[in-house]
T-cell receptor
Framework: ETGVTQTPRHLVMGMTNKKSLKCEQH?????MYWYKQSAKKPLELMFV???????ENNSVPSRFSPECPNSSHLFLHLHTLQPEDSALYLC??????????????FGPGTRLLVL | AQSVTQLDSQVPVFEEAPVELRCNYS??????LFWYVQYPNQGLQLLLK??????LVKGINGFEAEFNKSQTSFHLRKPSVHISDTAEYFC???????????FGQGTELSVKP
């Protein structure tokens, strides 16, 4: 599946580092999403972008900063993270956010470890 | 509150046996329903979806699910599982609120030889 790609696939960072996660969708979709998946917890929706505009921010700490420069690319900038931020970060996209075009397609994820 | 419940956190089953993974959601007038599969160290792959029409939905890898509005359920079934079906399965529901998906906790399917 190459519809949604994510880089890097694995990332180890210290608490003082700054890094970025990248997501790219090749499906011509208008909406993109960031999720956090921690062990033994349900998927947590972090951010939603629609046509490059952020439309939802689910009380995510400011050490996570999303960016959507165009409808195909989504970034998650990370700085001064905590060990509890270690998780699998998943990107997804959908055609739209209304009606029957809401099916989300996921990337392979970035496994993040914060030391 | 809108919620999705996957009734079994783990389902062990022998190869070639049938399996059913259960999913219930809180009632709503209009919902879209999805099942995703996640293999170790990978993202979520769409198995099947119900948007409208026939309540019996067929997906990839021989899986199917039935939308039951009166019981607010969307159980996933496969008549004969393979070792390669070992994975975590997630049920998700869209209540048509800006594309937001509500996910269940996941069911870990373990297929043994």
């Amino acid at each position: 599946e190459t519809g949604v790609t994510q880089t890097p696939r694995h990332l180890v960072m210290g608490m003082t580092n700054k890094k970025s996660l990248k997501c790219e969708q090749h499906l011509g979709h208008n909406a993109m999403y960031w999720y956090k998946q921690s062990a033994k917890k349900p998927l947590e929706l972090m951010f939603v972008y629609s046509l490059e505009e952020r439309v939802e921010n689910n009380s995510v700490p400011s050490r996570f900063s999303p960016e959507c420069p165009n409808s195909s690319h989504l970034f998650l900038h990370l700085h001064t993270l905590q060990p509890e931020d270690s998780a699998l970060y998943l990107c997804a996209s959908s055609q739209d956010r209304r009606g029957q075009r809401v099916t989300q397609y996921f990337g392979p994820g970035t496994r993040l470890l914060v030391l | 509150a809108q919620s999705v419940t996957q009734l079994d956190s783990q389902v062990p089953v022998f190869e070639e046996a049938p399996v059913e993974l259960r999913c219930n959601y809180s009632s709503s007038v209009s919902v879209y329903l999805f099942w995703y599969v996640q293999y170790p160290n990978q993202g979520l792959q769409l198995l099947l979806k119900y948007l409208s029409g026939s309540t019996l939905v067929k997906g990839i890898n021989g899986f199917e699910a039935e939308f039951n509005k009166s019981q607010t359920s969307f159980h996933l079934r496969k008549p004969s599982v393979h070792i390669s079906d070992t994975a975590e399965y997630f049920c998700a529901v869209s209540y048509n609120q800006g594309g937001k998906l509500i996910f269940g906790q996941g069911t870990e399917l373990s297929v043994k030889p």
